[in-house]
């Protein structure tokens, strides 16, 4: 059962600042979200990941919630290269390696 | 760093046959992971190591699939016989740590005719 919901697409601008959403109501105290991207016929791409505090990275931004329940990534500036499905996914960090289990995605379209 | 490794890029093969695809794992690296890719099912985990010991296999579809990873620097996942509906894009990825991610190969699209 997924333990994330994402709308499943999203248009934007080139040049400005797209804002992926994502619902995880469900999250437990131990897991982070992180957040990956999938661009045509390539393999995903880790792009960040947080547990309740906003991160950012050469890549993106995430904002979590303080009740951590949701979180947006924000790409600042997209280009048609950052075109790519983008998954939001918690993982339990603790013990032994977790398992990555993707759900669908947003579907992101970056559009001139 | 070359990253992961998959080979071949392409596999086309006919129903009944056997087929292994390769994956190297980035040196360092102690986990390594398969995934199965189709548009009806979309990312699936199949198996992973740790520390080259399948640690979690139950994502592998049935008894014609095995994993194996006999160092740390080698892994394969083989198909024996092949049917029309394994086709799909596998991807291998491998991870020091769940805190840097897993960095994914470039997968490998099989086509069973």
């Known amino acids: 059962d997924a333990k994330t919901t994402q709308p499943p697409s999203m248009d934007c601008a080139e040049g400005r600042a797209a804002n992926l959403p994502c619902n995880h109501s469900?999250?437990?105290?131990?897991?982070?979200v992180y957040w990956y991207r999938q661009i045509h016929s390539q393999g995903p791409q880790y792009i960040i990941h947080?547990?309740?505090n906003n991160e950012t990275n050469e890549m993106a931004s995430l904002i979590i919630t303080e009740d951590r329940k949701s979180s947006t990534l924000i790409l600042p500036h997209a280009t048609l290269r950052d075109t790519a499905v983008y998954y939001c996914?918690?993982?339990?960090?603790?013990?032994?390696?977790?398992?990555?289990?993707f759900g669908k995605g947003t579907k992101l379209s970056v559009k001139p | 760093d070359a990253g992961v490794i998959q080979s071949p890029r392409h596999e086309v093969t006919e129903m009944g046959q056997e087929v292994t695809l390769r994956c190297k794992p980035i040196s360092g690296h102690n986990s390594l992971f398969w995934y199965r890719q189709t548009m009806m099912r979309g990312l699936e985990l199949l198996i992973y190591?740790?520390?080259?010991?399948?640690?979690?296999d139950s994502g592998m579809p049935e008894d014609r699939f095995s994993a194996k990873m006999p160092n740390a620097s080698f892994s394969t996942l083989k198909i024996q016989p092949s049917e029309p509906r394994d086709s799909a894009v596998y991807f291998c990825a491998s991870s020091s740590h769940r805190a840097y991610g897993y960095t994914f190969g470039s997968g490998t699209r099989l086509t069973v005719v």
């Open positions: 190591f740790n520390n080259n010991v399948p640690i979690d």
């Open positions: 469900t999250i437990s105290g131990n897991e982070y």
């Open positions: 996914i918690v993982l339990n960090y603790g013990g032994s390696q977790g398992n990555l289990i």
């Open positions: 947080g547990l309740k």
